[in-house]
Nanobody, 122 residues
Framework: QVQLVESGGGLVQAGGSLRLSCAAS????????LGWFRQAPGKEREFVAA????????FYADSVRGRFTVSRDIAKNTVYLQMFSLKAEDTAVYYC???????????????WGQGTQVTVSS
């Protein structure tokens, strides 16, 4: 079992920044992928970014590439999503998720956090 707890969401003005954290616990991570997804009201949950736990390879959705950075701290078992130049369309509940492999497809992820709200005011 894996437990994921997100934190760091909040209200920020357009152009501002936020850093989300995802504290992971449970079984040891080795070849896992840790991902960030988001879901805005009335929309499907969409992929934002992913990182491979073992080697730190990253991948981003086109909509956030160049503005968001995903990273992990192996010693703290924590994954981060640093968000810069936030836009109103980034407003959503952000979820951390874990998969047995590095992936961008939502269906691959087995474990999910409870989500944290990010609201960007324009």
């Amino acid at each position: 079992q894996v437990q994921l707890v997100e934190s760091g969401g909040g209200l920020v003005q357009a152009g501002g920044s936020l850093r989300l954290s995802c504290a992971a616990s449970g079984r040891p991570f080795s070849n896992d992928g840790l991902g960030w997804f988001r879901q805005a009201p009335g929309k499907e949950r969409e992929f934002v970014a992913a990182i491979s736990w073992s080697v730190g390879v990253t991948f981003y959705a086109d909509s956030v590439r160049g503005r968001f950075t995903v990273s992990r701290d192996i010693a703290k078992n924590t994954v981060y999503l640093q968000m810069f130049s936030l836009k109103a369309e980034d407003t959503a509940v952000y979820y951390c998720a874990a998969a047995r492999r590095f992936a961008a497809r939502r269906e691959v992820y087995d474990y999910w956090g409870q989500g944290t709200q990010v609201t960007v005011s324009s």
